[in-house]
């Protein structure tokens, strides 16, 4: 039996937890099993730089957390390894890393579950969310195709403007 401070402890972390799980607008689980020490750097590093809180955790801890968060579903993938992802701007930030590494390494990391808008999502959606192209890029593809038919009328009307140019001479 944990002593009392122990079990105090533990209990203020799971409410913190489930604390960042309520506020958070979206979140990946990820099975770590298989990476290096120097590969979860390299991971860490571009998850901070996307403002994004990763964290190993124990299954038990979060299995608590979820349930005060209401993301019971959540507890059925919590066997194993578990490492939890937390996106605090950019929604599809967690998703997109952590996919996109699960991709590239193949051993062992996976990506087990997520959840967005206090919804428990399956490992198809989180990896068909990592393919949406980030904001900026969806913004610049917007504005170039509205640019588009506005140059395309300059280009015209500065042929035109040039041939009538030259008929005139």
Same mark, same amino acid.
């Given at each position: 039996?944990?002593?009392?401070?122990?079990?105090?402890?533990?209990?203020?972390?799971?409410?913190?937890? /489930?604390?960042?799980?309520?506020? #958070?607008? =979206?979140?990946? &689980? *990820?099975? +770590?099993?298989?990476?290096?020490?120097?590969?979860?750097?390299?991971?860490?590093?571009?998850?901070?730089?996307?403002?994004?809180?990763?964290?190993?955790?124990?299954?038990?801890?979060?299995?608590?957390?979820?349930?005060?968060?209401?993301?019971?579903?959540?507890?059925?993938?919590?066997?194993?390894?578990?490492?939890?992802?937390? /996106?605090?701007?950019?929604?599809? #930030?967690? =998703?997109?890393? &952590? *996919?996109? +590494?699960?991709?590239?390494?193949?051993?062992?990391?996976?990506?087990?579950?997520?959840?967005?808008?206090?919804?428990?999502?399956?490992?198809?959606?989180?990896?068909?969310?990592?393919?949406?192209?980030?904001?900026?890029?969806?913004?610049?593809?917007?504005?170039?195709?509205?640019?588009?038919?506005?140059?395309?009328?300059?280009?015209?009307?500065?042929?035109?403007?040039?041939?009538?140019?030259?008929?005139?001479?």
């Amino acid at each position: 039996m944990p002593s009392e401070k122990v079990l105090l402890q533990k209990q203020q972390f799971v409410a913190e937890l /489930s604390e960042k799980l309520k506020n #958070a607008p =979206a979140g990946v &689980l *990820v099975d +770590y099993k298989g990476i290096t020490v120097a590969d979860d750097t390299k991971l860490r590093k571009e998850l901070r730089e996307a403002n994004v809180e990763y964290m190993v955790v124990k299954n038990t801890m979060l299995r608590f957390a979820a349930k005060n968060a209401g993301l019971d579903e959540m507890t059925g993938v919590l066997e194993g390894t578990t490492a939890l992802a937390v /996106s605090h701007d950019d929604p599809m #930030a967690a =998703a997109r890393i &952590l *996919v996109k +590494y699960a991709e590239s390494v193949k051993d062992g990391f996976h990506v087990k579950t997520g959840f967005m808008d206090g919804k428990v999502i399956d490992v198809d959606t989180v990896t068909a969310i990592a393919k949406i192209p980030s904001k900026e890029v969806l913004v610049s593809q917007m504005l170039s195709s509205l640019n588009a038919p506005i140059a395309n009328l300059a280009v015209v009307l500065n042929q035109i403007a040039e041939k009538n140019a030259e008929s005139a001479e």
